[in-house]
């Protein structure tokens, strides 16, 4: 059974602040995506990433895929409170079924 | 395009009622998911579907969840008689398969009790 986990699993930040999270399995992965949920809504695609090592940058997000497909990471530079929500990574080994990390709740304080 | 559309937003039903769920997917996507959210299990998938026939049903709890697609425009998703451990936020998703991403509806929070 693939297992996507996320680490960490809460954080609260100040305004302007860096940060880093992690998406780990043990399985490898064909593409992985990160989306991000507000609250009272879906989660909406922010990338996705298929190649190992690949790097994609989306204004102060950045997302990279490791180097042997089983793990990823988001980083943000210079937090900001509209950066509040679940960012969630949801890996697939091909078929048409993504398994959703547990999730990262994020706080950014003003 | 409006998105994936789902009906109602919020659902409070009294246990052992039948509760139906309603999705228009976005027009031209092949693919339909139904997931369920909670703090406990996070997103679950229930059941897909490829060009309105269900696909996986392997992550339908047991023989009171039920879904159907119809047509390409519409899918509903049935709990008959609902219990308090079905409550939960229930999404919607569409997408037209391969690599590319799942366009999640609002979600319907049902609270049984």
């Known amino acids: 059974t693939q297992l996507l986990e996320q680490s960490p699993q809460f954080l609260s930040i100040q305004e302007g602040e860096n940060l880093t999270v992690y998406c780990n399995s043990s399985?490898?992965?064909?593409?992985l995506q990160w989306y991000r949920q507000e609250p009272g809504e879906g989660p909406v695609l922010l990338v996705t990433v298929v190649t190992g090592g690949e790097v994609k940058k989306l204004k102060r997000l950045t997302f990279q895929f490791g180097d042997a497909r089983k793990d990823s990471s988001l980083h943000i530079t210079a937090a900001q409170p509209g950066d509040t929500g679940l960012y969630l990574c949801?890996?697939?080994?091909?078929?048409?079924?993504?398994?959703f990390g547990t999730g990262t709740r994020l706080k950014v304080l003003a | 395009d409006a998105g994936v559309i789902q009906s109602p937003r919020h659902e409070v039903t009294e246990m052992g009622q039948e509760v139906t769920l309603r999705c228009k997917p976005i027009s031209g996507h092949n693919s339909l998911f139904w997931y369920r959210q909670t703090m406990m299990r996070g997103l679950e998938l229930l059941i897909y579907?490829?060009?309105?026939?269900?696909?996986?049903d392997s992550g339908m709890p047991e023989d009171r969840f039920s879904a159907k697609m119809p047509n390409a425009s519409f899918s509903t998703l049935k709990i008959q008689p609902s219990e308090p451990r079905d409550s939960a936020v229930y999404f919607c998703a569409s997408s037209p398969g391969g690599a590319y991403g799942y366009t999640f509806g609002s979600g319907t929070r049902l609270t049984v009790v």
């Open positions: 399985s490898v992965f064909s593409s």
């Open positions: 949801a890996g697939t080994s091909g078929t048409y079924k993504y398994i």
């Open positions: 579907f490829n060009n309105n026939v269900p696909i996986d």
